[in-house]
């Protein structure tokens, strides 16, 4: 019998290397899951399975190895189990166990997946494919690392006293003055056009 590993976390310690915490949603609940590179499958709290539909029987009961290195046993999973993660919807059978610290874990069953895509533990977020183009989910930012915007306002426009230029540069300014003067919109049409694409 093949054995399953987990690595289920305590939510009030930083979570490990190579995982990315991100809020989800499940029938109509929030969850917060835990992708993990390190388990080889996808799991679900057996207290939120509580709360949804369609839970089924394994065929064949599973022994999980957790961190620590205790063995459990997993008896039930959900099939085809839809959740959200942004504006993006997946489907997933997930085993259910009794974790400890997230509502559900996202293993390598899952990150396997949805191969081609780029993950960056460092910042928390991981691009994949879906639905024909790169989309981002970005994880749960930790507190030390939240960002805070300052505007900053102009009160009094002073006019700063300059120096004037050495003679040969003013000469040169002068003598070039349509080059260097302000610019009142956009230069006239010219006979190739450049443009950006996406």
């Not at 085809?80 to 059978?93: D, H, Q, V």
């Not at 009794?98 to 460092?122: A, F, K, T, V």
């Not at 024909?132 to 939240?146: A, M, R, T, Y």
């Not at 900053?152 to 003013?170: F, G």
Request: include cysteine.
């Amino acid at each position: 019998m093949e054995l399953m590993h987990i690595h289920d976390i305590d939510p009030d310690i930083a979570p490990p290397e190579k995982s990315i915490v991100l809020s989800c949603s499940m029938q109509n609940k929030q969850v917060i899951f835990l992708l993990d590179s390190r388990s080889t499958n996808s799991f679900l709290s057996s207290s939120i399975a509580q709360q949804l539909n369609g839970i089924l029987p394994l065929p064949v009961p599973r022994r999980v190895k957790v961190a620590g290195g205790g063995i459990l046993q997993c008896t039930s999973y959900i099939p085809n189990c839809s959740w959200m993660c942004g504006n993006m919807e997946f489907s997933l059978a997930f085993k259910i166990l009794p974790l400890n610290g997230y509502d559900g874990i996202l293993g390598m069953d899952w990150i396997s997946s949805h191969s081609p895509q780029i993950i960056d533990w460092q910042h928390e977020w991981l691009a994949l494919q879906y639905q024909g183009s790169w989309k981002c989910l970005q994880g749960n930012v930790p507190i030390d690392h939240e960002y805070r915007v300052i505007e900053i306002q102009l009160l009094q426009d002073t006019p700063v006293a300059t120096k004037p230029l050495p003679t040969d540069i003013q000469s040169l300014l002068d003598a070039f003055a349509s080059v260097f003067s302000t610019l009142e919109g956009l230069p006239s049409q010219r006979a190739i056009s450049l443009h950006t694409t996406d």
